[in-house]
């Protein structure tokens, strides 16, 4: 009978074996044993550095970190750098010219420089920025006066009987209207025969102009007030030879182109005929006035003085004139 024989199973090697146990053995300390928590930073020691790198050689960089002393001793132990550009360091900078920025010299500018100066002359009050108004144009006129700019003694002035106007600077304001011509009170030649003898008692140190209206405005000078030298007052017939009565009549603007020359007194000649002013325009003419131009009303008329009063009775009270009626022969 014949044996028959199996084939003999393999085994693994006894290091395989205890390969397997000893990995299965580190596994299983791990899962077990706990691992200490992470420890939290304050904030002081959480530093973070930045470190440059230079290249020293081709080889070895030499690292820098924001310490000085490290840096010291890097720089002591570290061969110098060898680089195919040449270095800056020991050579001196080339000198630039300064340069001015802008606006770098804005401390030393004044403020003072920025504002608008108020010693104007009389032909620059036009000049003045349209914030600042009568207030700054009168503190500039009394700055004038206090420094004795208009020297000499005042003058008084009178015309057909009025009470005396006392002033340096006088404007005369005359009505060209039709009804004050030769074809009706003829109060234009009057007028000049009285202003002519009062021009006649004014020194050079004295100022005049003289406005004539009727719906518009004609000045004997260039709407400024002028020296009464005799050169200047002897334009006054030529003035009136040239002066035709006609047109339509507004008191206002006659009036307030008197006004803008800041005179210290205002004489109106006028037969008051209508239109009056309305009370917006008078209103303007006394504000205009500032309380230092006093208008002096002289009324032409054939009888008496009018039982309604006219509208030049209270310009002359509101600005502290006078109001006088003058009575013409037919």
């Known amino acids: 009978m014949a044996l028959h024989t199996f084939p003999r199973k393999r085994t693994l090697p006894a290091w395989v074996s205890s390969l397997v146990l000893h990995v299965l053995l580190v596994t299983l300390c791990g899962l077990l044993i706990p691992l200490p928590a992470p420890t939290k930073l304050s904030p002081q020691d959480r530093v973070g550095r930045i470190v440059l790198a230079t290249a020293s050689t081709a080889n070895t960089p030499a690292y820098f970190d924001g ?5 010291a ?4 132990t570290t061969p110098q750098a060898t680089s195919p550009f040449p270095s800056l360091e020991n050579k001196p900078l080339p000198n630039l010219p300064s340069l001015a920025l802008p ?4 401390s ?10 108020l010693s104007l002359k009389s032909s620059q009050r036009g000049q003045l920025l349209s914030t600042e108004g009568n207030d700054a144009i009168l503190a500039e006129d009394a700055l004038r006066q206090k420094a004795g700019q208009f020297s000499g003694p005042p003058a008084e002035v009178s015309l057909f009987g009025s009470p005396h106007a006392v002033g340096r600077r006088f404007v005369f304001v005359i009505d060209r209207s039709k009804s004050m011509g030769d074809d009706g009170l003829g109060a234009l030649t009057a007028a000049q025969l009285e202003l002519t003898a ?4 004014l020194e050079p140190t004295h100022q005049f102009e003289i406005v004539a209206y009727h719906h518009k405005t ?3 000078g260039e709407k400024q007030l002028l020296p009464a030298t005799p050169e200047n007052t002897s334009r006054l017939s030529r003035f009136f030879n ?7 009549t507004d008191h206002a603007r006659g009036l307030l182109a008197a006004c803008h020359l800041r005179p210290d007194a205002i004489f109106l000649l006028t037969d008051a005929g209508d ?3 309305n009370p917006l325009q008078m209103r303007t003419i006394v504000q205009t006035c500032a309380g230092r131009t006093s208008i002096h009303c002289i009324q032409f008329g054939f009888h008496q003085a009018p039982s309604q009063p006219s509208f030049m009775r209270k310009l002359a009270s509101q600005t502290g004139g006078s109001y006088t009626f003058y009575a013409l022969h037919p």
């Not at 009062?198 to 008692?201: F, P, S």
């Open 103 to 106: 606006g770098s010299a804005a």
């Open 218 to 220: 004609v000045f004997l």
């Open 198 to 201: 009062a021009l006649d008692r």
């Open 108 to 117: 030393e500018i004044d403020r003072h420089d920025l504002l608008p100066s």
């Open 275 to 277: 239109p009056s002013p």
């Open 73 to 76: 001793a890097n720089t002591k």
């Open 242 to 248: 040239n002066l035709a009565a006609f047109g339509k």
């Open 67 to 71: 310490s000085r002393q490290n840096q």
